[in-house]
Each structure stands twice: as structure tokens, then as C-alpha cells.
């Protein structure tokens, strides 16, 4: 039988307003009794009227309670309460370390909601970016609620032309709520079309089609939004209806595109990738120099590649004059903070950077770009125990994201909290898999889960990973790096290094204080090759 957490037990009579229907029939019976005491008296009724009254009173108030367990009254109605299992803790799936599909769906203190991107309608292939930009969007906005767990982009974008019903998508995502539509681009007008979908009942909780001029987008991203937060009951604080009005900081739609097209360049992280976007964004700038979240993209990517592919003197300044720009144009926003909190780790004025990090996870704490890269940067100048809360952070806020649960246990094995490392590798390894289910293809998934593989005691099926990476593609520094981490750990010396200098052949730009503070470089870092190629870096 799973557990039962009391506190999760009371979450869950909260949740199906137990509480409020005792409360509201224990005022609501306390008025019929006085009232009936009054009209004995006043109509001369036998006495044991009062009685009978107060009886029938407290032998209906249990039947009052279990029916308010077992009903809810939402959009669709009266209708029965499917959560059969209300006040079970979520149990561990045997020997994975994760709560499993079920569990995470019935985790009665957050609503888990998945985003699908929306189809595109508009007749013409190259619309689709703009469809997909809409859904990120949305889904960047239902994120920022405390309420929601929302599945990140790489997940629910997968099922892009699936032959999948909404219910069999949500089983694999492990959601319970899954938001659906289309957009139609016609010159400047659009159509969108939104509905929200129960999928355990496969009950429609809300649905509306909007057809506005193409300058409109941005108020139809916030009024879905907030009719998905009303759908699901949502209680919003001030700050939460802010957090759902937050706009793109811009009001031109071109600029908007180009914006959305280097968005979806930089999630590649790599070379072409990241060139890519800096001219998206480079072009969004020069359609709207005042676009904030476009020089916060632009600064991101030049500190990326500074960091990882080649180091250069304009991209510095780029990375310097793009962060301080969107700072400027959008002191309030999170994701400039972040930009310029990035920027600043690259020149190493750490401690400006970690007011800018503070800042913005005060500013938006559900904004997961800014935990994780703020623990990267605690992590690279040897903070680990910081940087291990940092990145459970941000695996907090993006639950199906297998980086930054691996960068955790990466961060716990160096404190020696092995066991722990242990568990959250496992965790890692886990989401790892599942995101190469849905993208077979993504290597970073496959070198990263190679090592959280290392940490879960799988040293096996940390090669397996590592050789199918290798075999995709043996030229890539990012995969070099990780296979180098991997062979590490794994203690095959002679492996590592030949593996490490071929990734420094390919580009002698490469992050030394992250490898000086790596706890997978352990066994070769007192190497007499291993400080040869160190101290030949950039």
C-alpha cells in the first residue's frame, strides 16, 4: 500500500474543498439550529422537534464531506473525482529514484499541464515557426505560475505530428491537463485556436478561437492564460497576474519572428545553432532596437560561444554590450539579470554576477534558465554546495529536465554525498532516456546521461551511451568533452586523455575553470598529460 503523508492528506481535502464544505455546514447548520429553537418557541412545536433538527443535522454532516470528496464542480459540471488514490505520497518507481507517470498526475498540491504545439494552418512550411513560437509563449507564461508544472518545449514538442490521442500524450509526459490548437497566418490578420483538455476524463475544461489583427498576438497569449488559470481554479497573487501579463517587451510583430526563430536556434547549443540565433536576434534588434529579451538572447549566445567553441574579443564585447542594454531597457524583467549575470561570470566579476542572479530569481523564481545558469557559475569557481541547490532548483521548476538533475548529483558526488548522487543520477538517467525516446538523435542527452549513468552505479550502460554519441557525431566538442567526463570517472585513464586532447585539437576554447573544479577529471587531473593540455588552453 503507497504511504500517506498527512501532509499531503490535508493538501488533498484543500484541493477537493473538504475543508470549506465542513466549515460552510457546520455556520450554515449552526443558523438552522437557532433558527428552529426560534420557531419552537414561537409556534408552540412539540420539543423534540429541536432534537430531531440537531440529530439529522450531525447524521448528514459525514455524508456532506464524502460527497464533497468524491464530486468536483468545475467547467464541465458536477462530476465525479477521478483521483482514486488521493492521499498517496508519489512512490518511488523500483530502483529509478522517480515518481512515477501516476503519481506526478495525482500530486494534488500542483496542477502538471502540457503545452502541444499548435498546429500550423496557414498553408505555408515556413508559418511553422511562428506557430511553435505562440505555444512556447504560452508556455513560457503558464511556467512563471507556482501552481503549474508545466513539461518544457524539448518534451511536448516531440509529438509534432503524432498519431497519439490526447490522453495516451499526457500518459507519457506524466501530465493531467494537456492544451491543444492551431493558427492560422493570413497577412495580418490570425486565427488561434485553444482548448484545454482534462485527459483523465477527456473532458473539455475551456476552449475559445480568436481572430485578431497579427499586432493582437501578444494580448492573445495573456487572455489564454489567464483563462487557463481561471479553468483550473487557480488562485493567482498579485505577483502571479503580473508574471502572466509580462509581454514580450516588444510591440512589433517582425521583430517578435525574429525573436522566436533564434529562440529556437539557441535550444540546438551548438555551433551552428548558436550562430543562427545571434542573427535572429541580431535582426530582431535591428527591426526593434528597444527590444529587451532579444538583447538578452543575443548576449546569451555570444557568452556561450565564448565559454565552449572559440574565445574572442568581440564576442566579449558583444556578450558586455548586449547584457547592459537589455538591463537597461528592462531593469524589472528576470531573464535580463540572468543575461547580464551570464556575462559577467565570463569575465569573472563574480560577485556582480551573483547579485544579478539573486535578482532574478527574486524577480521570477520559475524562470529555470536563471537557477540553472546561476549554478553553473557556482559550480565553475568550485562553490558546489551552492551550486547543488541551484541546479535542484531549476530541476524543481523544469521536472523533466535531465541536464540540470545531472549537473546535481555531478555537484553531490564532489561533496561526497554519494548516496545522493546516486539517487539523482539515477533520476537523471531516467529523464535522459525518456527525452531520447521522444529525440533518438540528441547527443547532449546521450553524453549526459552517460554520466548521470556513472552516478546511478550503471557503469555499463554509461558506455553504451557515451559509444552511441561518439558513433553520431565524433567530432563535436561538446561530446568530446563529455565522453572525456565519462571515460574519467569510469577510471580508463588513457581513453579520457586521448579523447580530451582530440576535443582541444578541434578547439583549444574550452571552460578551465570548469575542469578545474569537475569532479569527473579526479583520476586523471594529477596526470602529467592531463596538466600538459590544461596548461595549453586559451
Known amino acids: 500500500m503507497p504511504r500517506v503523508s498527512p501532509i499531503r492528506f490535508f493538501a488533498e481535502l484543500r484541493r477537493r474543498h473538504v475543508i470549506r464544505v465542513g466549515i460552510a455546514y457546520v455556520v450554515v447548520a449552526f443558523g438552522v439550529f437557532q433558527g428552529t429553537d426560534i420557531l419552537v418557541s414561537a409556534l408552540a412545536l412539540p420539543s423534540w422537534t429541536t432534537t430531531l433538527v440537531v440529530v439529522l443535522g450531525i447524521a448528514a454532516f459525514p455524508v456532506a464531506l464524502v460527497l464533497a470528496w468524491a464530486y468536483e464542480i468545475g467547467p464541465a459540471g458536477v462530476r465525479r473525482d477521478r483521483e482514486v488514490a488521493p492521499a498517496a505520497d508519489p512512490v518511488a518507481d523500483e530502483g529509478t529514484g522517480m515518481a512515477t507517470a501516476e503519481s506526478r498526475v495525482r500530486d494534488p498540491g500542483r496542477r502538471s499541464l502540457a503545452v502541444l504545439p499548435l498546429a500550423n494552418l496557414s498553408g505555408d512550411p515556413e508559418n511553422e515557426y511562428f506557430s511553435d513560437g505562440l505555444a512556447e509563449e504560452l508556455l513560457n507564461l503558464l511556467a512563471r505560475l507556482p501552481q503549474l508544472r508545466v513539461t518544457s518545449r524539448t518534451s511536448s514538442f516531440s509529438f509534432r505530428g503524432k498519431d497519439l490521442d490526447v490522453r495516451a500524450i499526457a500518459d507519457k509526459l506524466g501530465v493531467d491537463v494537456v492544451l491543444e490548437g492551431s493558427v492560422r497566418r493570413a497577412g495580418k490578420r490570425v486565427r488561434i485556436a485553444a482548448q484545454l483538455v482534462d485527459a483523465r476524463s477527456d473532458d473539455h475544461l475551456w476552449a475559445e478561437t480568436y481572430d485578431r489583427e497579427i499586432?493582437?498576438?501578444?494580448?492573445?497569449?495573456?487572455?489564454?492564460?489567464?483563462?487557463?488559470?481561471?479553468?483550473?481554479r487557480l488562485r493567482l497573487s498579485p505577483d502571479d497576474r503580473k508574471a502572466i501579463q509580462q509581454g514580450p517587451t516588444t510591440g512589433d510583430v517582425e521583430a517578435y519572428d525574429y525573436y522566436l526563430r533564434g529562440r529556437k536556434y539557441f535550444d540546438q547549443i551548438d555551433r551552428g545553432g548558436l550562430e543562427h540565433a545571434r542573427e535572429m536576434y541580431r535582426k530582431a534588434i535591428q527591426v526593434d532596437p528597444e527590444y529587451a529579451l532579444a538583447w538578452a538572447g543575443l548576449s546569451q549566445c555570444a557568452v556561450w560561444m565564448a565559454t565552449w567553441i572559440q574565445d574572442t574579443p568581440a564576442l566579449r564585447e558583444e556578450a558586455e554590450h548586449a547584457s547592459l542594454r537589455a538591463l537597461e531597457l528592462a531593469p524589472d524583467r528576470a531573464e535580463a539579470h540572468t543575461a547580464r549575470g551570464f556575462a559577467l561570470t565570463l569575465v569573472e566579476r563574480h560577485a556582480e554576477a551573483d547579485a544579478h542572479f539573486e535578482e532574478?530569481?527574486?524577480?521570477?523564481?520559475?524562470?529555470?534558465?536563471?537557477?540553472y545558469f546561476f549554478g553553473r557559475a557556482k559550480f565553475e569557481r568550485g562553490e558546489v554546495e551552492r551550486a547543488a541547490e541551484l541546479f535542484g532548483r531549476a530541476a524543481a521548476v523544469r521536472a523533466d529536465d535531465y541536464q540540470s538533475a545531472a549537473l546535481q548529483a555531478q555537484a553531490l558526488f564532489a561533496l561526497g554525498r554519494h548516496d545522493e548522487a546516486r539517487d539523482v543520477g539515477r533520476k537523471a538517467a531516467h529523464l535522459a532516456e525518456r527525452h531520447l525516446e521522444l529525440h533518438p538523435d540528441d547527443t547532449r542527452a546521450m553524453t549526459m546521461?552517460?554520466?548521470a549513468w556513472v552516478y546511478a552505479g550503471e557503469p555499463?550502460?554509461?558506455?553504451?551511451?557515451?559509444?552511441?554519441?561518439?558513433?553520431?557525431?565524433?567530432?563535436?566538442?561538446?561530446?568530446?568533452?563529455?565522453?572525456?567526463?565519462?571515460?574519467?570517472?569510469?577510471?580508463?585513464?588513457?581513453?579520457?586523455?586521448?579523447?580530451?586532447?582530440?576535443?582541444?585539437?578541434?578547439?583549444?576554447?574550452?571552460?578551465?575553470?570548469?575542469?578545474?573544479?569537475d569532479p569527473d577529471f579526479a583520476s586523471i587531473r594529477d596526470h602529467p598529460r592531463f596538466k600538459a593540455l590544461v596548461d595549453g588552453l586559451e
Do not use: M
Open 215 to 232: 499586432e493582437d498576438v501578444f494580448a492573445v497569449q495573456e487572455e489564454i492564460a489567464g483563462c487557463i488559470s481561471r479553468a483550473l
Open 360 to 371: 532574478a530569481v527574486r524577480l521570477d523564481p520559475q524562470l529555470y534558465e536563471a537557477w
Open 449 to 451: 546521461g552517460s554520466g
Open 460 to 517: 555499463e550502460k554509461a558506455i553504451e551511451w557515451v559509444e552511441r554519441a561518439l558513433a553520431e557525431d565524433p567530432n563535436d566538442v561538446a561530446v568530446l568533452h563529455n565522453a572525456a567526463c565519462t571515460f574519467a570517472s569510469l577510471g580508463d585513464v588513457e581513453r579520457a586523455l586521448d579523447t580530451l586532447e582530440r576535443r582541444i585539437r578541434i578547439s583549444t576554447t574550452i571552460n578551465r575553470r570548469w575542469i578545474e573544479h
